[in-house]
């Protein structure tokens, strides 16, 4: 009952990265939840542009626009965009995947509120046997490499064994074995539009200790809007804080209690394939 379109190109060839994650989370979320779906042909009723660029703006034109759903993979700067803001009957709604991009395009780019979907793509619901080989896993992504040093040597003075892991220089089954091996995860990353690779560390029952932005300013003060490293969150995941001066207590709160955080079940409970399937369907108003 839903037609996807997709550039190849985006799909093939090289590493897996977050586009490619959405794609595959989304046709393994559809296949567990017996969702029937086409790949870039008009088979059913109802329109997925996953990824709006200046190709999908031109196959989105031949589209039936009242069951059109754009997104999440759209970049609010291209100029063809402008055309879904001057034009917001032209489809059903956009995807953002986070509440601080809908506020982005909401804000800046005086999108209407009503035309906006928050959706993120299902975490997949893997076994993880725990072993904690190491006490730290550091995840590092866009942050300066000032601020990982300060986060090595906090680590080094609390005598713990740790391993660094770098956006662009892992592969998914060292991200896998790290996490479900170390004690805990250090977040030290940028604003995240979804954030699919800390869900899947979250997903591995790995508390977070997460070094917050509070800001998405990429395109300058003028662009920018309140935003984080860890949009998706809560309480039982583990701890953050956003002045480097408040680091050493919140520590200290986190790892009196580590036993205490349940990330995984956060993540079963708000991100699991059968929560973003429904949540889909309920943008296109199919029950």
């Known amino acids: 009952m839903l037609n996807i379109f997709y550039s190849a190109g985006y799909i093939s060839g090289g590493r897996m990265n977050g586009p490619k994650k959405v794609f595959s989370n989304l046709i393994e979320s559809l296949q567990q939840e017996n969702i029937e779906y086409a790949f870039n042909e008009e088979k059913y009723k109802n329109n997925l542009i996953l990824h709006y660029g200046y190709e999908g703006h031109l196959q989105h034109s031949k589209l039936e626009l009242e069951n059109c759903v754009i997104g999440p993979q759209i970049w ?53 046997e725990r072993e904690d080989k190491y006490d730290c896993l550091i995840y590092f992504k866009r942050r300066t490499n000032q601020e990982l040093n300060k986060v090595v040597e906090f680590v080094e003075s609390k005598k713990m064994t ?23 995860c250090f977040m030290l990353n940028g604003t995240e539009s979804q954030g699919i690779a800390v869900q899947e560390i979250m997903n591995h029952n790995t508390p977070m200790f997460v070094w917050d932005v509070i800001d998405w300013n990429d395109k300058g003060p003028e662009w920018s809007v309140p935003a984080s490293s860890v949009p998706y969150w809560s309480d039982q995941c583990g701890e953050k804080f956003i002045d480097v001066n408040d680091m050493s207590f919140t ?37």
């Not at 034009?87 to 906006?116: E, M």
């Not at 709160?253 to 955080?261: E, N, Q």
Request: proline residues 4%.
């Open 251 to 287: 520590f200290e709160k986190f790892y009196d209690k580590i036993g205490s955080y349940k990330p995984r079940e956060f993540v079963r409970n708000n991100l699991s394939y059968k929560s973003s399937v429904n949540s889909l369907m309920e943008i296109f108003n199919v029950n």
């Open 162 to 184: 740790y391993n660094v892991i770098s956006y662009g220089n892992y592969s998914e089954e060292q991200m896998k074995d790290l996490s479900r091996q170390s004690k805990f």
């Open 76 to 128: 609010f700067f291209d100029d063809h965009v402008k055309f879904l803001q001057e034009n917001p009957d032209y489809f059903k709604s956009i995807i953002t995947p986070s509440q601080w991009v809908k506020d982005l395009a909401i804000q800046k780019f005086r999108h209407l509120p009503n035309k906006l979907s928050n959706w993120p793509v299902g975490i997949k619901d893997e076994i993880v």
